[in-house]
């Protein structure tokens, strides 16, 4: 096939076209080698939640002595006791099963620490926003115990953080996952982490165990169509540089 593409033609050098097409070809690749190093990322990220799934929870002050020597503890499953801190809740806006709604963060007060912890308590959907009487969403138990998950700040990266404000909004809403942030903004000092919790027996609202523990894994793929682009860039450039005679 490439012989007879170049059969009976001269090869002619075009150096704009030429530019422009190693500029395509190095994001192009560049791309495609993102994505590849983004499947080695998931595969990893696979392979350590379904490790941590079904372990027993820890002690949260463990998790995060632990987290803070340098290992990485993200979906851990982790326990605390504490009391909930009225008034210093979060709302993040959010999506479920396709209801929008909010994420339910509320500031704790461990037994065994000073420092506040953030606990996603879980979903709540828009139409039970507007029809619930009750202040705040779920009851406030004295010293209750908490599973769930630990779970690192959000970070968001170029270029998700070109659109995505990290800021609370004008009607009290977040969109990151940043417990630093709540804390700024409820004045009071607490840990850079964060608990996933749990369902919880009798609590409807919120709904915990939201936390998202499959995922799909199509990096492979768009590092295919990534290097595919660039190989049918370099036809094209081949094309115009092998003109008929």
Same mark, same amino acid.
């Given at each position: 096939m490439l012989a007879g593409l170049i059969h009976n033609r001269r090869f002619l050098f075009r150096p704009v076209l030429t530019i422009f097409v190693l500029a395509g070809l190095a994001m192009l690749v560049s791309l495609g080698v993102w994505q590849l190093k983004r499947l080695d990322w998931k595969q990893d990220l696979i392979v350590k939640i379904e490790a941590r799934a079904e372990a027993p929870p820890m002690a949260l002050e463990d998790?995060?002595?632990r987290a803070d020597a340098g290992e990485d503890m993200e979906y851990a499953p982790v326990r605390v006791r504490g009391r909930l801190q009225p008034g210093l809740e979060a709302r993040l806006f959010g999506s479920f099963e396709g209801a929008a709604g909010i994420y339910y963060f509320a500031a *704790?007060?461990?037994q065994n620490a000073d420092q506040l912890v953030y606990v996603n308590f879980g979903f709540v959907p828009q139409s039970v926003l507007k029809t619930s009487t009750e202040a705040p969403l779920y009851q406030f138990l004295e010293n209750p115990e908490i599973t769930g998950l630990f779970r690192y700040r959000e970070e968001l990266s170029p270029p998700a953080s070109w659109f995505q404000s990290a800021e609370q909004s004008s009607d009290g809403?977040?969109? *990151?996952?940043a417990p630093l942030r709540f804390a700024k903004a409820a004045q009071i000092e607490a840990s850079p982490y964060y608990i996933d919790s749990f369902a919880r027996d009798g609590a409807q609202w919120p709904k915990g165990g939201t936390t998202r523990l499959d995922f799909r894994n199509a990096h492979l793929?768009?590092?295919l169509t990534w290097f595919g682009l660039?190989?049918?860039l370099l036809g094209v450039w081949l094309v115009f540089s092998?003109?008929?005679q």
């Open positions: 998790a995060i002595a *704790v007060k461990p809403l977040w969109f *990151v996952r793929d768009y590092a660039a190989t049918a092998l003109p008929k």
